[in-house]
């Protein structure tokens, strides 16, 4: 019978003089003082980086959202934007296999809406072949140049800290600006009998390697849908979520340095409603009588602060982005993608 592994027990590091305690404290607090703007990666919407600040080395960022209220399309839009930028970007786009997460990647840049490849839809539209040859023409593109030297995609689908601790060393070797963890429920493992502690596990791990390596990990995170259920109000999944909503949320803010909400925003009165008709319109979509885009302004993503750790009195603000054709964009730029296939021929 072989003997039983030696067990290697954690000692704390020697403690230091008070004196060189505080040299060392003060040392690094200087550090952070001298950083420059490089250090610092902003979000690709101006709205928003104005709202947040930047991201420093060490911080943990989340992404929440509803199921369908554009996680993902957020996410693949500032990967995109970050790219032109010249930022190393390093994914695990666990919801999407790489393949999809390619091809919605190319659309996107075609200013072509993903879902009309991912549906089957390209096949009978009157511009389908020629859309199908552009699709094809920018995934080969992905294959070399920048393209391939600055995004970077892990093709796990799920996450458990031993495969965190791989991507984040890969990610850091590499040199990545950026990690992005899309969505970090995607937990392996465990038998799914205790899912808290399992996400309590691998949150932790996150911060754990964001501050060993350096590192900036933006991750995705749902909001739990069962904080929805019982509702009458058909709009409230749509709307600015709350702190309560984040699945599993507690531990994940926590160790955030910030979190964002993404929603849509609630149309505007048209020129033909009087007040009483736009109170009525709203409330029948409310209530399930009207379609719910009926009350929502079309062309707009909204993202809340739902926790800042450097700006705390801006916690609950918002700011609105343009959406369109499955991409997101700052509203006073959105004329410099194109929002269709025409109009990329014309450009």
Known sequence: MSAAPKLELHRDPEPKHPDDELMDQVCDALNLVDRSAKDFLNWPFRELAALTGGMAKGDVWFVCAFSGNGKTTFLSSAIDEWYTQGKKVYVMPLETRPKVFRTYWACQRLGINPGEVLSGALEGHPQGSAMRTAIRTELHMQTEGRMRDLVRVNPVNAVNVPRLTRAVQEAHDWGADVIIVDHIDQIAGGDGSNLYAESRKVNGAVLDLAQDYEQKLLCSSQL?????????????????????????????????????????????????????????????????????????????????????????????????????NGRVSSIDERDKHGTSYQELARL
């Open 224 to 324: 739990n849908n069962g904080a929805m259920v019982g509702g009458r109000d058909k709009l409230a999944r749509y709307g600015p979520p709350e702190p309560n909503h984040v699945f599993m949320g507690g531990h994940k803010r926590h160790i955030a340095t910030g979190m964002i909400g993404l929603h849509r925003k609630l149309r505007e009165r048209r020129q033909d409603e009087d007040p009483k008709e736009y109170k009525a319109a709203l409330h029948e979509a409310r209530i399930g009588d009207a379609e719910v885009r009926t009350a929502l302004e079309p062309g707009v993503m909204g993202a809340t602060a739902m926790k800042l750790r450097n700006y705390g009195e801006r916690d609950g603000q918002r700011v609105y982005m343009a959406l369109e």
